[in-house]
């Protein structure tokens, strides 16, 4: 038997429980995966509320972790039993001792990579990746405004950014936020719980303002975001820490200044093997090369999911968090 975290209705931290379950046998093309490390993120917590529904109840949750593989299904060749592993997607599920998933969902994990920061590192490191190298592709001495500059993908993203040579404005919520995004290579930043982000942004590009905002937050920093962007910038929306963005006039954009906006997933750009397999090996060269540091900040049992969800939620947390099984 396993330990497996569930739900079957949505809601609070309190939906959420402990079952003991019988690890099920890969199909086809799977494998199953004996987790070492849990990745923990924000979309963990849109599922649990129902913002985005699951697929059906009751319901697994959690996408991303790292281990090794346990069994493998007919048709599997390039992974075998016994292998260090990584994944990012797939069914949801990963909060659990054992995970099976689609074996094309799984990466072989470098020997130099701990368990704990590749499953805290993927989800955050491949978003980063296809936010500053795909999205909007950085080239070097840009300037830019990147939202939540201290949380999971931000600590990640500012410095890959400055690896890169780009001037991150980052926003935080306090002044031990503001130290740990200065630390991991922003240029700037800016507590908005203090100060006017658009006019600090005006203030340090000297009116210039950016050329693109990469915002998880949604609801509230939505106009914001586009007041802070130069005529044709463009505005990356890929999270809704506060809330969705609802009931949007496309005309802002043009009376904002001719700007653009997309809303990206790691699933709409990791949409074949291919490209799922150079976005990791990107990830894994910067992780090697010691560019990017993972920030393991906070560390829960398997049994306290609800507790670091509740943490999560109420921008407790900083840099990382993870679940040991």
């Not at 990012?88 to 995970?99: D, E, I, K, R, T």
């Not at 200044?257 to 990791?270: E, I, K, V």
């Not at 090369?289 to 560390?299: E, L």
Request: hydrophobic content about 40%; aromatic content about 8%.
């Amino acid at each position: 038997m396993a330990k497996r975290i569930q739900f079957a209705r949505t809601g609070g931290p309190e939906v959420l429980e402990t079952v003991e379950v019988e690890p099920s046998e890969p199909k086809a093309g799977e494998v199953r995966v004996k987790n070492h490390a849990i990745g923990l993120n924000f979309i963990d917590i849109y599922f649990r509320t129902g913002l985005y529904p699951a697929p059906a109840m009751p319901s697994g949750l959690g996408t991303e972790g790292a281990g090794v593989i346990d069994a493998v299904g007919e048709g599997v060749t390039h992974l075998e039993v016994g292998e260090r592993v990584a994944y990012a997607q797939g069914p949801l599920g990963a909060y659990s001792q054992y995970h099976v998933l689609p074996a094309d969902k799984v990466v072989q994990l470098p020997e130099d990579i701990p368990f704990e920061t590749a499953a805290a590192a993927m989800l955050k490191g491949l978003t980063s990746q296809y936010l500053l190298r795909q999205t909007f592709p950085l080239e070097g001495g840009e300037t830019i405004l990147f939202h939540a500059a201290a949380g999971g993908v931000g600590s990640i993203a500012c410095q890959w950014a400055k690896a890169l040579g780009v001037k991150v404005i980052g926003t935080v919520g306090s002044a031990e936020k503001a130290e740990l995004a200065m630390n991991n290579g922003a240029w700037a930043t800016i507590n908005y719980r203090e100060e006017n982000v658009v006019e600090r942004v005006r203030e340090l590009t000297d009116g210039a303002m950016v050329p693109v905002v990469y915002d998880s937050v949604g609801k509230d920093t939505w106009t914001t975001s586009l007041d802070c962007l130069a005529p044709r910038g463009l505005m990356v929306s890929f999270g809704n820490a506060s809330g969705a963005v609802e009931g949007v006039n496309v005309g802002i954009l043009n009376q904002k200044g001719s700007l653009y906006l997309t809303r990206p997933s790691l699933n709409g750009y990791a949409d074949t093997r291919e490209r799922f397999e150079e976005m990791c090996l990107d990830l894994f060269d910067m992780l090697e090369s010691g560019k990017v540091k993972v920030d393991i900040a906070q560390r829960f049992t398997l049994d306290e999911a609800g507790k670091a969800q509740e943490a999560l939620a109420s921008r407790r947390t900083t840099g990382s968090t993870i679940l040991i099984p």
